[in-house]
């Protein structure tokens, strides 16, 4: 009787153990599993403009925020010296 507890309790812990790794690593492993649909898929073209124009969107978009800052800390004279 007592391999039987010791098992359902070893079972148990590896149920919980899952569970705790789903709920703590879900974005991450959300992305993957995706990731993972898209390649598995035939239909899926990388090419296709409609299933990457956010993506691109927010490339571009990053990038002129980051240009804007770039020129905006430039213009100012105090802007290399920073007191920390």
């Given at each position: ?31 993957g599993?995706?990731?993972?649909d ?7 073209d ?9 993506a691109?969107?927010a ?22 010296i920073?007191?920390?």
């Amino acid at each position: 009787m007592a391999a039987i507890t010791s098992a359902l309790i070893a079972i148990a812990g590896v149920v919980l153990g899952w569970i705790a790794i789903e709920i703590a690593c879900k974005p991450c492993l959300e992305s993957g599993r995706e990731a993972i649909d898209r390649s598995l898929n035939p239909d899926y073209d990388p090419d296709d403009e409609e299933n990457n124009a956010a993506a691109r969107a927010a490339l571009i978009s990053k990038t002129e925020d980051t240009d804007a800052k770039a020129a905006d800390s430039s213009s100012s004279p105090t802007a290399a010296i920073k007191a920390v």
